[in-house]
């Protein structure tokens, strides 16, 4: 989930076996940093601490630095959160995540939700700070409430794995929901999952389901876009379009989604929404394959080329992505 959010090539010493859609719970939400100049002060307090932020955002990140530990040190919030963030990323200073932590838990306490989110994934994860789930959700909800996305987004999670059922569900959605009117791709996913399935009190909305699986996949969310091209080569949530499908297909492979990348293979195969190939059938088969995905009908497939096209096929799968 951006998404995808990139899924990525599983390891290649396992063996996968490609399988119909299905519509596990979302994942973790995309924990990328935003390059500096795009990040937006609010995310530092409601009162960002303006020349060291303005330093930041120009790149100078050794004088940020020294311009909000000063402030940090007398207690500013918002330069709290702003030194966290850098020595957490290393941005002209060494990286020190432990004291990163520090400074983290120091605006969390204050109400930075930007701090509180991240000092909360510290403590569920139990580096550089003492691992404690009860203050980890105390702080992911606080930050969810004060509108950070990501926070909204995995405490959605917590709630679901709190409660898997339905009831833990209905509780994410309304979360999942906020954090996807954002525009976050793995929330836009999600989403569109439970429209799916009808599932945590949602009625199902094939409709709904698409256009937000249309969203997340403009985002380069690779899992969205394999779903969405396999619902418009199906027909689902929307009329079938096998072009775009092939389309949307073809980009989810190129990204390195090796279950796209297999079922690309079987487009081409098929002449779905494209012409018919059997060289870059076998091409992408063979990518697929390398990256540990085994599909039975595909391997057949690649046995039933003959020695010319078979070496065609590995020259183009060496020059694939």
């Known amino acids: 989930m951006t998404g995808a959010p990139n ?3 599983p390891n290649a010493g396992a063996v996968h076996t490609d399988k119909p859609i299905v519509t596990p719970l979302p ?9 500096a100049d795009t990040v937006n002060p609010d995310r530092f307090g409601a009162k960002p601490p303006d020349a060291a932020y303005g330093a930041f955002q120009r790149g100078l990140y050794k004088t940020a630095y020294n311009l909000a530990l000063v402030r940090a040190k007398n207690g500013d919030p918002a330069a709290q959160t702003l030194v966290a963030e850098i020595l957490s990323r290393g941005l002209g200073v060494p990286i020190n995540a432990a ?3 520090k400074w983290y838990g120091l605006a969390a306490e204050q109400g930075v939700p930007e701090a509180q989110f991240q000092y909360g994934l510290m403590l569920l994860d139990g580096r550089y700070v003492k691992k404690d789930d009860k203050e980890a959700y105390a702080l ?3 930050a969810a409430e004060a509108g950070n996305r990501l926070a909204q987004f995995n405490f959605a999670q917590l709630l ?4 898997p059922g339905d009831a833990g569900i209905a509780k994410a959605a309304a979360y999942y929901e906020r954090a996807a009117g954002t525009g976050l791709a793995d929330a836009e996913y999600a989403m569109a999952q439970i429209y799916a399935n009808g599932a945590g009190g949602k009625p199902r909305d094939d409709a709904k389901a698409r256009t937000l699986l249309a969203q997340a996949a403009r985002q380069n969310y690779d899992t969205a876009q394999l779903d969405l091209a396999a619902w418009m080569i199906e027909g689902r949530g929307g009329g079938r379009d096998l072009k775009s499908g092939f389309a949307w297909m073809r980009r989810a492979a190129e990204g390195g989604n090796v279950a796209a990348q297999n079922r690309l293979a079987k487009l081409y195969m098929g002449g779905i929404g494209t012409d018919p190939d059997l060289i870059l059938a076998g091409a992408w088969y063979i990518v697929a394959r390398r990256a540990g995905l085994i599909d039975p009908q595909m391997d057949d497939f690649l046995q039933g080329l003959d020695d010319d096209q078979t070496k065609q096929a590995l020259q183009k799968a060496n020059r694939l992505p």
């Not at 994942?27 to 390059?35: D, E, F, I, R, V």
């Not at 679901?160 to 409660?163: L, N, R, T, V």
Request: charge should be negative.
């Open 7 to 9: 899924a990525g090539a």
């Open 140 to 142: 992911m909800q606080a």
């Open 27 to 35: 994942q973790p939400a995309t924990l990328q940093p935003p390059s």
């Open 99 to 101: 004291e990163a932590a």
């Open 160 to 163: 679901i794995q709190q409660d």
